[in-house]
């Protein structure tokens, strides 16, 4: 509890020290980036802390961190002059709605995920281990770039400055690493949260902040991003229960359960019929939450299944691996409000450089730059994306001043090059010691989302953004660009499609290419690869579908938006702005998806797994922003009845739901007679209430449609879909953290598992906590030790170590180059009677501990003799020992 209260005075301080800064760069927004004051400190104070300590002008300490920090306050004192101080408290008083609303959500989601934490603390399993590893090698590590905790020697090889944010965090907190990494997830989830709100209500509020009447409604719809982004799922665990309820099943002759429905669905662990009728989806080993994050699924030519990972962001914080798209998920919010401060003219100001005149101010320029270089160091894959975001919301300004011409286009391509190449170069230092596992570009001939996958993993969301885009395409026929929207849109598939075959054609043709490429597509000897996947296509055709429709709808609201030349009001300016920048963000996301059905970044695993997890993950939060617009906007204009007839059909959708379960859960019997036959229900009068309930909520939404209310209907649609979104996280949430822990089983500490199975490890770690730096060994897998708990001493402890998660460090470098014979030294080392070998060995990588525990027991031959005769013993255990040693001796 103690640690919480610190890290959230902590937070505290942060947004309260930053306000002036953020309230003077977000000067369009309504919320003038209340929300984004945390993010913003977090960025500059650790920008300016790693980059003055890569220079050597800061030690990597808390003085360091101190210094910088008083840097950061004096910047903020700087935005004061002028009379700004009075202009911030004027706003502050006239807004004190806004921030008490803000800091509710804050602390409700740092306390509600701190609780989640605490119910499922272990640093063990998935990459928890590794992260750990990152924060506690930068403690250690004396300056920048930080010791590479796995690879003795070398600086760590990975965007780490989410991990230098996190150390920074628990060092002027004074709270244990192991602690620090479970506040770090509930922080995040807290700070995603307000930078999701802080969007969702500068789009709502508009230009009214400048009247001075804020309805109410968007202080409250605008949970409704949050909402979305982090709680709402796909619709996995929907399957689910409907899997375990033994739904679509029947017996075939031979009396074996079949199901053509749950082999088309085709999801892992849901082709097998259930055991028995459950409520709870029932795993071997207990672990249901984890098939969401698998539901798409790509095969080769020849039918071989391949796993993706598309994470989404409620399963990667109940896994809360401090991955870096976890981390980058505030700055990612931030980047987003830059985008729409900029289209609502907050940039409007005058930069000259050299001969150019740039129409937008130095200050928004340069944090935009610090952000964008920031998503480059702390999450690579998202630099492009939020680049091009800013860049189109600029250029969209300069097209509302001066019109359309060629010159937007040339415009597009200068801002990107214009932000970019500074933002590479304010965070140079990383660069300079990163070395990257991308490996170009491959055609995605063989790989493709079928229909059902792609909306199964986004069906809650695209919903509403289908709902709002035929509302729009429906409601304003005067605002329709039909022509334009779909050869546009049939031009980009063309495009993908000719650039994506063209360099399949290429790779089947060339010599050094052939054998790499047709092996990774599983293409069949003696078959055209590219015929048969275009056939495989076909067959399967439901994202191409849906992507064509989505993307002519959108381009239509987008460009039937702008077709009208007449002079509008300023209201009406702004309100446009605001639907051009929601239709930018849905765009981008399909951008996202689309791209990968057609082409993909080459890594080590030579599959398009890694660019379906970065690329759907990003279109998740650009969507569910979107959708959240687009069902306010629905939902408030449905009908110009009462409120109670509005929420009406909603309410019966809840109840009977609700009735149902009930209905369902005291008697199972119910169900399944349902399945079997619809007419033996209504034997008791449990059956009658439920059945009744659903009868009259249909009767009603149909009642809806015949009415005419059909946005009312709509919206009916989508938060039916939103509901069988928030199905997982129940189910899940339950599974992952064992249902309702009692107090006395809550605990932050990530370690307790270690110290409750290798305590004795665990005080060996304590001890090298304490000790001066040095590059220790301990024993490595045979199979490379990834997702173990190899490598442990050095992950807990901070200390360098030869070696550790070899797999890992592959893909960290592009291959194994740096490694080259650790592995079997270190076998030789604990193994060998060989003191003169042992020695070498030890001078070869400047070891100074050597750790003999219970995995170098197990690992190796294990010779201690020579050990404890040369070296001095400077921890003893029962389970566990240190050895030091000095060179020469």
Not at 144 to 164: E, H, Q, R, T
Not at 419 to 442: K, T, V
């Amino acid at each position: 509890m103690t640690s919480f209260i610190i890290w959230y005075v902590l937070s505290l301080i942060l947004a309260v020290v930053n306000l002036p800064l953020t309230w003077r760069l977000f000067k369009a927004l309504p919320s003038r980036g209340y929300a984004l004051s945390r993010p913003v400190g977090l960025l500059l104070w650790g920008y300016l802390f790693w980059l003055l300590t890569s220079l050597q002008l800061l030690h990597n300490n808390l003085a360091g961190q101190l210094v910088a920090f008083g840097l950061v306050i004096m910047l903020n004192l700087l935005v004061l002059r002028g009379g700004r101080a009075k202009g911030l408290w004027a706003w502050i008083k006239a807004n004190h709605r806004l921030i008490l609303t803000t800091e509710a959500l804050f602390l409700v989601a740092f306390g509600l995920w701190a609780v989640v934490r605490a119910a499922n603390p272990a640093i063990i399993g998935t990459e928890k281990p590794m992260e750990m590893a990152f924060i506690n090698a930068i403690l250690r590590s004396p300056t920048f770039p930080p010791n590479d905790p796995w690879l003795s020697g070398y600086a760590i090889s990975y965007y780490y400055f989410g991990y230098v944010l996190a150390a920074m965090l628990i060092r002027v907190s004074g709270v244990d690493a192991a602690i620090g990494y479970n506040l770090m997830s509930a922080l995040w989830f807290a700070l995603t949260a307000l930078g999701a709100y802080g969007v969702l209500f500068d789009l709502l509020a508009g230009n009214r902040h400048k009247e001075g009447k804020i309805s109410g409604w968007v202080y409250a719809a605008s949970l409704l991003a949050p909402f979305m982004l982090l709680i709402v799922s796909n619709w996995h665990g929907f399957l689910d229960i409907l899997h375990a309820r033994g739904l679509f099943w029947s017996q075939d002759a031979a009396g074996q359960s079949v199901s053509s429905f749950w082999q088309w669905i085709n999801l892992k662990e849901l082709t097998t019929a259930p055991a028995s009728y459950s409520w709870f989806p029932l795993r071997l080993g207990g672990v249901q939450w984890w098939g969401a994050s698998r539901v798409v699924q790509d095969f080769t030519l020849n039918g071989t299944a391949l796993e993706v990972i598309d994470e989404f962001p409620f399963f990667t914080y109940l896994l809360s691996d401090l991955h870096p798209h976890l981390l980058a998920m505030p700055f990612v919010l931030l980047a987003v409000s830059q985008a729409l401060n900029a289209i609502r003219g907050g940039w409007q100001g005058e930069t000259r450089f050299w001969h150019w005149r740039l129409p937008w101010g130095l200050p928004e320029i340069a944090f935009a730059v610090l952000t964008l270089g920031g998503l480059a160091f702390m999450n690579t894959w998202d630099f492009p994306f939020y680049l091009l975001l800013i860049a189109a919301a600029l250029v969209y300004g300069q097209y509302r001043s001066n019109g359309w011409n060629g010159r937007r286009i040339g415009e597009f391509f200068l801002l990107c090059f214009g932000l970019g190449i500074p933002a590479i170069l304010m965070y140079f230092p990383f660069f300079l010691s990163f070395s990257s596992q991308a490996g170009g570009i491959l055609p995605s001939l063989a790989f493709f989302t079928q229909g059902h996958y792609f909306w199964i993993m986004f069906g809650p969301l695209l919903l509403p953004l289908f709902a709002g885009l035929l509302a729009h395409f429906f409601e304003r026929p005067q605002a329709r660009a039909v022509k334009p929207a779909f050869l546009i849109t049939l031009g980009l598939f063309l495009f993908l499609f000719v650039f994506s075959w063209s360099l399949a054609f290429i790779g089947t043709k060339l010599p050094t290419l052939n054998q790499l490429f047709l092996g990774l597509q599983g293409a069949t000897p003696g078959e055209s690869p590219l015929w048969q996947a275009l056939l495989n296509r076909l067959k399967a055709p439901g994202t191409w579908i849906t992507l064509f429709l989505l993307s002519f709808l959108a381009l239509n609201a987008l460009l039937g938006e702008h077709c009208s030349q007449a002079e509008e009001p300023e209201s009406a300016h702004t309100e446009k702005s605001t639907h051009t920048f929601v239709l930018f963000l849905l765009i981008l996301g399909l951008l996202l998806t689309l791209a990968p059905e057609f082409v993909y970044l080459r890594d080590n695993f030579g599959t398009r797994m890694n660019t379906i997890f970065k690329f759907y993950f990003q279109a998740w939060i650009l969507w569910s922003l979107a959708g959240s617009y687009m069902l306010v906007q629905l939902i408030g204009s449905a009908t110009k009845t009462k409120l109670w007839e509005k929420l009406f059909p909603f309410g019966m959708f809840l109840l009977g739901m609700i009735a149902m379960y009930l209905g369902l859960y005291r008697d199972d019997a119910v169900f399944q007679r349902f399945n079997q036959n619809l007419g033996a229900l209504g034997s008791s009068p449990l059956d009658y209430i439920v059945l009744g309930i659903f009868a009259l909520a249909m009767i009603w939404f149909i009642f809806e449609l015949v009415s005419r209310r059909w946005k009312m209907a709509l919206a009916v649609i989508c938060i039916c879909g939103i509901a069988m979104g928030l199905v997982y996280p129940v189910v899940a949430l339950w599974n992952k953290t064992g249902g309702i822990p009692s107090a006395d089983q809550l605990t932050l500490d990530g370690t307790q598992y270690y110290k409750a199975i290798w305590p004795d490890q665990m005080q060996a770690v304590e001890w090298l906590k304490q000790a001066p730096l040095g590059v220790m060994v301990e024993a490595v897998a045979d199979t490379g030790g990834s997702y173990t708990t190899y490598a442990s001493v050095s992950t807990f402890s901070g200390m360098p170590t030869v070696l550790g998660w070899i797999g890992h460090e592959a893909q960290w470098r592009g291959g194994y180059l740096e490694m080259g014979s650790r592995q079997n030294d270190i076998r030789t080392l604990y193994s060998t009677h060989d003191w003169q070998e042992a020695k070498a060995i030890l001078d070869k990588y400047q070891i100074k501990y050597v750790y003999v525990g219970d995995l170098e027991i197990r690992t190796y031959a294990l010779d201690e003799s020579k050990f404890q005769e040369h070296l001095q013993l400077v921890f003893n255990s029962p389970g566990a020992r240190i050895y030091a040693y000095a060179a020469g001796q």
